[in-house]
């Protein structure tokens, strides 16, 4: 006879040191933690003391650095507890190929892609934070995972919310997608203002607390954009079905528009962890330690048109959406490199959307992805002329200077 007891869910967090990475340790701690759940592997880049901890705290069987540089701190960090260790890019696909149910892809940018991929392709249940998958692989990416058998189950608050107000049996009644955008701390700003800003003025968001990339991304609305993309991916739908509305409140998380002219709406308070449960406990809902909505103190909700003149990127990721083919993952490519140099403090702010246009436009005749292998391909001309871009800016402010 076996133990009556029942057997533990086996879950995997890629990226687990970062923003949504904690905060899904946190919901995990919260549904009951070591006696719920089997942590089959954790994974970090240069936060070793954090990730050793999280292994330690969790359980976890392997733990692994992206940073190859960082195997021998990680080993001693953990030495004597068992966990296994493990580093660089061949650590990451050995964490995604554990054996877990549940795999939350939380590595931020393209670097995640090949990672979650290899957790799909075994038929985990993806919870997907790291939308830079569905943007650069787009229907591949959809693919692989109804192939590998799991499910993709979106973690992005703007997509758990769409995900939470589709009917199932109603999607030939679907009319549009209304993704809900905060506007960023440069919402009133005029151009002029954003071209000096540096990267601690813009990663300051006025609603969530966030990783640094999506903090830029959101002040320069790139997040949006990307969003944008993410969303006609994962709910099938044309880009002329997809709006986006400036919500400063963040209190609507989306809104998903019915041919009957009714609109279905999630809304909750700006917090993570209300995805991330929802993700992990799907398609039931569980009880969280979150802050509840309190309409009264709220008093008001607010709704404007968003700028695409000042906001850029809102107009380039429609037009990846209508090039299609690799547009979005030389889009996202592009947008990486020029988020790390402005970071850097190489270009300024308004240069990032510049950058990402021109690559996009140079690289309009690239064939759609037949395999994974052209999606990398793209990827990788895509940062090699984003490169380029970021000098050719840097040489014009020089001579300007
Ligand atoms: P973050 O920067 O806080 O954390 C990123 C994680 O990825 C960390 O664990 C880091 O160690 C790891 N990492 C960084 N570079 C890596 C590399 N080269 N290889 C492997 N691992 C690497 O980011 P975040 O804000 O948690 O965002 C993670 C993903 O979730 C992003 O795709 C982001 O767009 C998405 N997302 C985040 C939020 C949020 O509230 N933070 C909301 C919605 C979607
Ligand atoms: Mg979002």
Redesign the pocket.
């Given at each position: 006879m076996t133990s009556g007891a029942p057997e533990k869910r086996r879950l995997t967090i890629?990226?687990?040191?970062?923003?949504?990475?904690t905060?899904t340790l946190d919901v995990i701690d919260q549904l009951g933690g070591r006696d719920a759940f089997e942590i089959a592997a954790v994974?970090?880049?240069?936060?070793i003391g954090l990730?050793a901890a999280q292994a330690t705290a969790t359980g976890a069987e392997l733990a692994v650095t992206?940073?190859e540089g960082q195997y021998e701190n990680l080993k001693s960090a953990l030495a004597g507890t068992g966990i296994e260790v493990a580093a660089g890019r061949s650590g990451?696909i050995e964490a995604a190929e554990r054996d877990a149910d549940w795999v939350m892809?939380?590595?931020?940018?393209t670097?995640?892609l090949a990672?979650t991929l290899a957790a799909a392709r075994r038929g985990a249940d993806i919870a997907l934070?790291?939308?830079?998958c569905l943007v650069s692989a787009g229907d591949l990416f959809v693919r692989a995972v109804a192939e590998g058998g799991g499910r993709l189950i979106p973690?992005?608050?703007e997509h758990s919310a769409i995900f939470q107000s589709l009917e199932d049996d109603q999607r030939h009644a679907v009319e549009r997608i209304v993704l809900t955008a905060s506007g960023g701390p440069f919402r009133t700003w005029s151009r002029e203002q954003m071209a000096g800003v540096t990267a601690e003025v813009a990663r300051a968001h006025p609603n969530?607390?966030?990783?640094?990339?999506?903090?830029i991304?959101s002040a320069s609305m790139f997040?949006k954009g990307?969003e944008m993309i993410e969303a006609k991916h994962l709910f099938d739908v044309a880009p002329s079905q997809i709006e986006v509305v400036v919500h400063p409140q963040s209190i609507i998380h989306s809104m998903v528009g019915y041919t009957d002219g009714s609109v279905i709406a999630q809304l909750g308070c700006p917090d993570?962890r209300t995805?991330i449960g929802y993700a992990l406990t799907y398609p039931m809902r569980t009880k969280l330690n979150v802050d509840r909505l309190d309409f009264a103190k709220l008093a008001r909700l607010d709704f404007e048109a968003p700028d695409e003149v000042r906001f850029p990127a809102l107009r380039l990721a429609r037009t990846a959406m209508e090039r299609g083919g690799l547009q979005g993952a030389i889009m996202n490519a592009a947008e990486e490199v020029a988020f790390h140099a402005f970071v850097s403090g190489r270009i300024g702010f308004l240069d990032m959307a510049d950058i990402a246009e021109v690559v996009m436009d140079r690289m309009t005749d690239v064939a759609p992805a037949a395999s994974m292998d052209d999606v990398f391909a793209a990827d990788g001309e895509a940062r090699a002329r984003a490169a380029e871009a970021v000098a050719e800016k840097e040489k014009a402010a020089g001579a300007a200077a």
């Open positions: 890629l990226g687990s040191t970062g923003s949504i990475g905060n994974t970090g880049n240069g936060n990730l992206a940073s990451l892809a939380a590595i931020v940018g670097a995640g990672p934070a790291n939308k830079e973690v992005d608050s969530w607390s966030m990783g640094l990339k999506i903090s991304g997040n990307l993570m995805a």
